[in-house]
């Protein structure tokens, strides 16, 4: 566990390093380079630094271990970090998308931008996406909700920058709806990666059980073990980026205690085997004589 960690807190203060160089250049660019867009895009690089603190913070207490008042650890942290980061990318999305929605009415308001905000928005491009590259790489490889929610708000600033740039080409071709136009679209897939993440971490927080591929995958590798006759229940709930799992087994009830445990055993051992995330496992023994050919589990 603390090796994933570990890899998740590497990768998120590089990212914070970046962002803070970013925040600032962008905004100072902006300002300098007269480009509202350029202005707004440094400030949704600045909240990158707080949902990439969030992912440190949710790092931090998911390494801690079982305790009294958390029987089952404090991996859910890491879920719950998520969640408030999707909220925190819906926020953002719809403020983007309010200023943009305004200037589309007030075009006068909008400066002609320098060639300054243009390179901003070129070298932030090519940064953010390098970000969310080596991000939800770690992300998929530790299995991080809380590091692929923010993985995805580094490809939601890319997508910022894209919005930006084509804005302040636009405008310094006598186009100046184009900037407003292309903020409002990057909100909308701001917003939608935001509802997403909230999906996801929402259903985790509520004990989602694994995806039915997955369970298939499981409940094969039980029925493969010796002894076991067939399955009567199956239930698994999403701790973090682990998994909890509650079964019981029917087995011959004519064998004795102590068989029928070793059976439990080997179901467990198994399915640890084949499977990395599992952290739990509850094996109830059935006392039955229907093999699984004779009932569908």
């Given amino acids: 566990m603390d090796d994933r960690l570990n890899e998740s807190t590497n990768v998120t203060i590089k990212s914070i390093v970046i962002n803070i160089v970013l925040s600032i250049s962008k905004i100072g660019a902006g300002v300098f380079g007269n480009s509202n867009a350029m202005v707004a895009d440094g400030i949704h690089s600045a909240s990158d630094i707080v949902t990439s603190i969030g992912v440190l913070l949710g790092n931090i207490i998911a390494r801690k271990p079982n305790d009294e008042d958390h029987n089952y650890g404090h991996e859910k942290a890491e879920t719950l970090v998520a969640f408030v980061l999707s909220l925190i990318l819906i926020y953002v999305g719809f403020k983007i998308g309010s ?107 509520l004990d989602y059980s694994i995806n039915k591929d997955e369970e298939e995958k499981i409940r094969n590798i039980i029925i493969s073990v010796e002894g076991v006759n067939h399955i009567t229940s199956f239930k698994s709930r999403k701790h973090g980026p682990y998994v909890y799992i509650d079964l019981a087994i029917c087995v011959d009830p004519n064998i004795t205690v102590y068989k029928g445990h070793e059976i439990a055993h080997n179901v467990e051992d198994k399915i640890k085997e084949s499977i990395d995330n599992i952290k739990g496992i509850a094996v109830h023994i059935d006392a039955c004589t229907m093999r699984y050919n004779e009932k569908k589990y």
Wanted: aromatic residues 6%; positive net charge; glycine residues 6%.
């Fill in 99 to 205: 200023s943009s929605f305004k200037l589309i009415f007030n075009l006068n308001d909008i400066k002609t931008p320098t060639i300054l905000p243009i390179i901003a928005a070129i070298v932030s491009i090519l940064l953010k996406e390098y970000q969310f590259y080596i991000t939800i790489k770690v992300a998929n490889k530790i299995n991080s909700p809380s590091l692929k929610a923010d993985a995805w708000h580094h490809r939601s600033d890319s997508l910022s920058s894209i919005g930006a740039l084509l804005g302040i080409i636009g405008s310094r071709l006598g186009f100046k709806i184009l900037d407003p136009i292309a903020g409002v679209l990057v909100s909308i897939l701001v917003i939608k990666v935001g509802i997403d993440i909230l999906k996801t971490s929402a259903n985790e927080l």
